[in-house]
C-alpha cells in the first residue's frame, strides 16, 4: 500500500488548504484511516480519524470544529479539509492507514501501519 499526500502550501492565517492522500495498491473504502501532523521540535500528534464505516470522525482538541475528514472511494482518496488555519498549525501533515479491513480507527500511531510522506503545511501571521 502506498499512500501520496498533496495538498499543502503557505497559506495567511484564517485561509483554507485541502489536503489529500492518494492511495495505490490497495483500496481505502473500508478501512479506518488517519491524519497526524509534526511541527519542527515536536513529536508527531494526531490530528483526525475516519472510521472504516465513514460514520464516525475523531479530531484531536486544537482542531475545534475548523478540519473535517472525508475520503471518496471511487478516486481511492481520503481528504482533510483545513479552515481557519493559524500558524501554530504549521507542521508536516501525514495519512495513514490499517492493515486490516474494519479494523478501529484510533488516535495511536502506532496502530497504523501504513504512512504517506507527508504534506508540509505553513501558515503565515
Known amino acids: 500500500v502506498q499512500l501520496q499526500a498533496c495538498g499543502g502550501g503557505l497559506v495567511q492565517a484564517g485561509g483554507s488548504l485541502r489536503l489529500s492522500c492518494a492511495a495505490s495498491g490497495r483500496t481505502v473504502s473500508r478501512y479506518p484511516v488517519g491524519w497526524f501532523r509534526q511541527a519542527p521540535g515536536k513529536e508527531r500528534e494526531f490530528v483526525a480519524f475516519?472510521?472504516?464505516?465513514?460514520?464516525?470522525?475523531y479530531y484531536g482538541d486544537f482542531v475545534k470544529g475548523r478540519f473535517t475528514i472525508s475520503r471518496d472511494n471511487a478516486k481511492n482518496t481520503v481528504y482533510l479539509q483545513m479552515n481557519s488555519l493559524k500558524p501554530e498549525d504549521t507542521a508536516v501533515y501525514f495519512c495513514?492507514?490499517?492493515?486490516?479491513?474494519?479494523?478501529?480507527?484510533?488516535?495511536?500511531?502506532?496502530?497504523?501501519?501504513?504512512w504517506g510522506q507527508g504534506t508540509q503545511v505553513t501558515v503565515s501571521s
Open positions: 475516519l472510521s472504516w464505516s465513514d460514520t464516525y470522525r
Open positions: 495513514a492507514t490499517r492493515e486490516t479491513r474494519y479494523a478501529e480507527a484510533t488516535m495511536r500511531q502506532r496502530d497504523y501501519d501504513y
